[in-house]
């Protein structure tokens, strides 16, 4: 089965290849992106973080391969830039839930754009993969992804325990994303409707 690409209004979402390793492996070095996706310290080096990069490509490209469904790399529309990824896999330590995994470039963390990016992620495993449920898990001092969590309506569970880290757990179901973007395709169209009455 071949990998999908996904577009939202300002992204491109492929799996990424190892020719992406270095400009993922500049987000491995940045201790405010690492701190809220990894366990580890940042990479210390440029070959490094290129190193780590590689290593968490392959197991995104084995998820791919597995079950046909996994993590895109996003990518700006304009300029071809790696903005970070987002997608779905299976975390073992957890059961093997499907879990929703985001990384976002601090360059990009205002103006919305993780949001979009995550959007695009739930409506192709609830609209076009059929999924039932999905979760997610945070660290709770992680502010702004606690914040997306709710804003999409995810439920949280009791919290868990990965890697020594007390994480947050929650859980979305497709029936819960569908009446919460509904009512968010409903106002897009207002909105849109409404600037070209004021044109």
């Not at 996904?6 to 201790?31: N, V």
């Not at 495993?125 to 992804?145: H, N, Q, W």
Request: charged share 30%; hydrophobic share 35%; aromatic share 12%.
């Amino acid at each position: 089965m071949s990998s999908p690409a996904l577009e939202t209004d300002r992204a491109i979402l492929r799996p990424l290849l190892p020719t992406d390793a270095p400009a993922l492996g500049t987000a491995m070095r940045d201790s405010n992106v690492t701190e809220t996706i990894t366990f580890d310290p940042p990479a210390r080096t440029a070959d490094e973080g290129t190193e780590r990069a590689l290593a968490r490509i392959e197991e995104f490209a084995k998820h791919w391969d597995r079950h046909g469904f996994g993590i895109f790399g996003a990518f700006d529309r304009q300029t071809e830039l790696l903005v970070g990824y987002c997608g779905f896999r299976h975390i073992e330590e957890f059961d093997n839930d499907v879990h929703l995994s985001t990384m976002v470039d601090r360059p990009y963390w205002s103006g919305g754009l993780a949001s979009e990016i995550i959007r695009r992620n739930l409506e192709y495993v609830f609209l076009e993969r059929d999924f039932d449920i999905v979760y997610t898990a945070t660290k709770e001092f992680d502010g702004p992804s606690v914040q997306i969590t709710k804003r999409f309506g995810f439920n949280r569970e009791d919290d868990r325990t990965l890697r020594q880290w007390s994480v947050c757990y929650y859980n979305l179901s497709r029936e819960e994303f569908l009446a919460r973007h509904v009512a968010y395709l409903k106002q897009r169209l207002l909105d849109l409707n409404t600037g070209r009455a004021a044109q």
